[in-house]
């Protein structure tokens, strides 16, 4: 600043104000890609760059992570492009255990309520059962897609696993023999998420050619179809209550780069759209009531975000953008405040919801 004085006092009288402009408008342009500011009280817009320290745990993974789910409120599973699957305690910053058995990336991973076990799937056309007390091998091996595996999803009751592939191929399975008990296929119907409402005989499936399906899993027939969308849907999840889910699309430079919600009562409506994003939309889920007075959804992109979303207006309240991280992968929730979220090129990012001054969402580790 003292330099700066000396330099106005020193030039002649018509270049004083250029120089003043100048160093003005280097300050705005350095708060104008800081932080986004709200326009009206409830659409918050503001958009922070994660310059706060956290902490730096050893890597779950050595490669991209393609998908997380939490197991319970300490442990998540993780599994990725290095074939293994791993359970790692998110608040210690510890791995529990690494599985192995798999012969190429995993695709989803999927756990069984109130319990240790869990399932992974892969590009390797398998889907195996584990146990996280017992041997790093699988407990079962199922072998029934003839393509990769994109969807996972337990029963409210935990008897039945339900498979999807880009086979176009739902299969029906019951866990404690690991023998297949159904088998469905629809044309073009390329799977890329599954999740079963709680206390439903019903599964919810995202497909390729745009659409979403409701199936019941008694006989495993297709009970209803969501009007299509224009692009394809890549991920879903439905609320606790069973009333509601929420589905995302892929897109590039904001076109398609939205979420839906959809009523999966008697009108099976559409709901609500979340739009913000520039780039293909990942994942979607809803956040514990506990976190604020409102409903929330939060959504994870490949434009390296994290968008938390009111569920009933639309309205973006808060977006953290996760620099450096690349396409953001997966998104699970980890207890009443924390987010999990999985990247390309840094791992897991463990976030936590701030309201100490307001709706805030915070990166404060990396695994």
Request: overall charge positive; charged content about 20%.
């Amino acid at each position: 600043m003292l330099l700066l004085r000396y330099q106005l006092k020193q030039a002649p009288p018509q270049k004083v104000w250029c120089r003043f402009c100048a160093v003005m408008g280097k300050l705005q342009s350095k708060l104008k890609h800081s932080t986004y500011k709200y326009s009206r009280p409830d659409e918050i817009i503001e958009e922070r760059i994660q310059t706060k320290a956290f902490q730096e745990y050893s890597p779950a993974h050595m490669d991209t992570v393609s998908v997380v789910a939490a197991l319970n409120s300490d442990v998540c599973v993780s599994g990725g492009k290095d074939k293994t699957v791993v359970a790692y305690n998110w608040k210690t910053g510890n791995v529990v255990k690494r599985f192995k058995g798999h012969e190429h990336e995993i695709t989803k991973v999927t756990c069984i309520p109130n319990s240790n076990q869990f399932f992974s799937a892969s590009r390797d056309r398998m889907v195996m059962m584990w146990d996280l007390h017992g041997s790093s091998q699988p407990r079962q091996q199922l072998c029934g897609h003839a393509m990769v595996v994109t969807g996972l999803a337990v029963s409210p009751d935990s008897s039945q696993l339900c498979t999807g592939s880009r086979d176009n191929t739902l299969l029906l399975w019951d866990v404690v023999t690991g023998q297949s008990v159904e088998r469905a296929s629809v044309s073009r119907n390329v799977v890329t998420h599954l999740c079963w409402v709680p206390r439903e005989p019903y599964i919810l499936q995202t497909s390729e050619d745009k659409t979403l399906r409701l199936w019941d899993s008694r006989g495993l027939q297709v009970a209803h179809m969501f009007p299509a969308k224009q692009y394809i849907q890549t991920y879903c999840e439905v609320s606790v209550d069973g009333h509601k889910c929420v589905s995302c699309s892929n897109g590039f430079g904001g076109e398609g780069c939205e979420a839906t919600l959809w009523d999966l009562r008697q009108t099976r409506n559409r709901i609500c759209e979340y739009k913000g994003h520039f780039q293909t939309v990942a994942s979607c889920v809803f956040l514990p009531r506990a976190l604020a007075l409102m409903p929330l959804i939060a959504t994870s992109s490949h434009d390296c975000k994290v968008k938390i979303w009111n569920q009933d207006t639309g309205a973006c309240l808060f977006t953290l953008s996760l620099d450096g991280s690349g396409p953001l992968t997966s998104l699970a929730v980890g207890d009443a405040i924390s987010l999990l979220c999985a990247s390309f090129n840094r791992g897991i990012h463990l976030l936590r919801m701030d309201h100490s001054r307001g709706l805030e969402l915070q990166e404060v580790a990396a695994f």
